[in-house]
């Protein structure tokens, strides 16, 4: 009777390329024999997922599978032997399962674990900036102190002490990485582990500096001028290439990162690159209009209130806002009149305001309507 490959690897019929390897995978790792030494049962399934695999993994075997239902093409099937199947696929799988990198298998090849001697880039450092408002708006330099580690200066960052130097590990042959291949009835698997004599670094101190333990860097304080662009804001972060911890293995440095915190100002308000601001007049200004001085980033500048402002209007000052960062032009600044009403009159006051509703054709002693009730309460 033909078998079902898709029951076998736990699939409905006409299953995707990536559900089939993927199953196979999650299969391959559960009975694989080095996980189930003795187990013969384990054997039996590990070869017989493997023979679904080589069929539907194929596209033109799969579909000739999907059409007869069976694999009996040519002969019959010829065992795990390695010929059209992709081995590359399983690096991660034999990764997982001899706890290293997958070096080889069958002598097809695959995937290897990354040279822990190679050179690596140093670890990334964040820091954060407090700026004033004007400070944000305008630009500004400004030092800041970090600490990191400096290449040492007593063994110039080799580690060992003056008149000595590190030599190749003679366990791993300087390379960080021991490699061992077995042999199995499925083949040849080649894996790679970091050396356990030099911790992966390929060679070994004999005599460690006393300034850096060995390390080849000790901690340090660095001071860092910074150019702030006008216009940043919080949340903005600014990179200094190279300012980051050190690399190892003749690896470049890696970065800092500045975060931008702006502190709130006194009576601006900042919404993007606009600047906003609340400006009081008297009932006199907002009905016959006035000139009237109005505080910007740039200093004081006048601005006319045309006659019957409302309370809650709005202007614009064009080009009084923010820099745009690394760009052209500025925001605007919005001005929003508030009229102040006041909560006492005197004698003289109150005279002309009653001739003045007299003349409106108004009775300060009705309650009917807001404004009527609004000046019989100034009066009481």
Request: contains cysteine; hydrophobic residues 30%; positive net charge.
């Given at each position: 009777?033909?078998?079902?490959?898709?029951?076998?690897?736990?699939?409905?019929?006409?299953?995707?390329?990536?559900?089939?390897?993927?199953?196979?995978?999650?299969?391959?790792?559960?009975?694989?024999?080095?996980?189930?030494?003795?187990?013969?049962?384990?054997?039996?399934?590990?070869?017989?997922?493997?023979?679904?695999?080589?069929?539907?993994?194929?596209?033109?075997?799969?579909?000739?599978?999907?059409?007869?239902?069976?694999?009996?093409?040519?002969?019959?099937?010829?065992?795990?032997?390695?010929?059209?199947?992709?081995?590359?696929?399983?690096?991660?799988?034999?990764?997982?399962?001899?706890?290293?990198?997958?070096?080889?298998?069958?002598?097809?090849?695959?995937?290897?674990?990354?040279?822990?001697?190679?050179?690596?880039?140093?670890?990334?450092?964040?820091?954060?900036?407090?700026?004033?408002?004007?400070?944000?708006?305008?630009?500004?330099?400004?030092?800041?102190?970090?600490?990191?580690?400096?290449?040492?200066?007593?063994?110039?960052?080799?580690?060992?002490?003056?008149?000595?130097?590190?030599?190749?590990?003679?366990?791993?042959?300087?390379?960080?990485?021991?490699?061992?291949?077995?042999?199995?009835?499925?083949?040849?698997?080649?894996?790679?582990?970091?050396?356990?004599?030099?911790?992966?670094?390929?060679?070994?101190?004999?005599?460690?500096?006393?300034?850096?333990?060995?390390?080849?860097?000790?901690?340090?304080?660095?001071?860092?001028?910074?150019?702030?662009?006008?216009?940043?804001?919080?949340?903005?972060?600014?990179?200094?290439?190279?300012?980051?911890?050190?690399?190892?293995?003749?690896?470049?440095?890696?970065?800092?990162?500045?975060?931008?915190?702006?502190?709130?100002?006194?009576?601006?308000?900042?919404?993007?690159?606009?600047?906003?601001?609340?400006?009081?007049?008297?009932?006199?200004?907002?009905?016959?209009?006035?000139?009237?001085?109005?505080?910007?980033?740039?200093?004081?500048?006048?601005?006319?209130?045309?006659?019957?402002?409302?309370?809650?209007?709005?202007?614009?000052?064009?080009?009084?806002?923010?820099?745009?960062?690394?760009?052209?032009?500025?925001?605007?600044?919005?001005?929003?009149?508030?009229?102040?009403?006041?909560?006492?009159?005197?004698?003289?006051?109150?005279?002309?305001?009653?001739?003045?509703?007299?003349?409106?054709?108004?009775?300060?002693?009705?309650?009917?309507?807001?404004?009527?009730?609004?000046?019989?309460n100034m009066f009481k």
């Amino acid at each position: 009777m033909a078998k079902d490959y898709y029951k076998i690897l736990g699939l409905e019929k006409g299953a995707s390329e990536a559900d089939i390897k993927k199953a196979f995978k999650k299969l391959a790792l559960k009975y694989h024999p080095d996980r189930n030494s003795g187990n013969k049962e384990a054997e039996e399934k590990f070869k017989e997922i493997n023979e679904a695999y080589q069929i539907l993994s194929d596209p033109e075997k799969k579909a000739r599978y999907d059409q007869f239902g069976t694999a009996d093409f040519s002969g019959g099937f010829s065992g795990f032997n390695g010929a059209g199947f992709d081995f590359s696929d399983l690096g991660d799988i034999f990764g997982d399962i001899f706890g290293g990198g997958f070096g080889g298998f069958g002598g097809f090849g695959g995937s290897s674990r990354r040279n822990t001697n190679a050179p690596r880039k140093g670890a990334d450092i964040e820091t954060t900036i407090n700026l004033t408002f004007e400070e944000a708006a305008f630009g500004v330099e400004k030092n800041i102190t970090i600490t990191k580690r400096e290449k040492c200066e007593v063994c110039s960052g080799t580690g060992a002490n003056p008149g000595t130097s590190p030599r190749k590990c003679d366990k791993c042959g300087g390379t960080g990485i021991i490699r061992q291949t077995r042999s199995t009835a499925f083949g040849s698997f080649t894996t790679q582990t970091t050396c356990d004599k030099c911790g992966g670094k390929g060679e070994i101190i004999d005599s460690p500096c006393k300034n850096c333990n060995g390390t080849g860097t000790v901690k340090k304080e660095k001071n860092i001028k910074i150019n702030i662009p006008a216009g940043v804001d919080t949340g903005n972060v600014i990179p200094l290439r190279g300012h980051g911890q050190p690399g190892s293995n003749g690896g470049p440095p890696g970065d800092l990162y500045v975060h931008i915190r702006v502190m709130p100002h006194k009576r601006f308000v900042r919404k993007g690159n606009d600047i906003y601001i609340e400006e009081h007049i008297s009932i006199g200004k907002a009905i016959f209009g006035a000139e009237i001085d109005v505080p910007t980033i740039d200093g004081t500048v006048s601005y006319k209130i045309p006659s019957g402002t409302q309370s809650g209007t709005v202007f614009r000052l064009k080009g009084k806002g923010i820099q745009r960062v690394n760009g052209y032009g500025r925001g605007d600044q919005y001005v929003k009149v508030i009229v102040d009403i006041p909560k006492k009159l005197n004698d003289k006051q109150k005279e002309a305001l009653v001739k003045f509703m007299e003349a409106s054709g108004e009775d300060i002693n009705s309650t009917d309507g807001n404004k009527k009730g609004f000046f019989k309460n100034m009066f009481k």
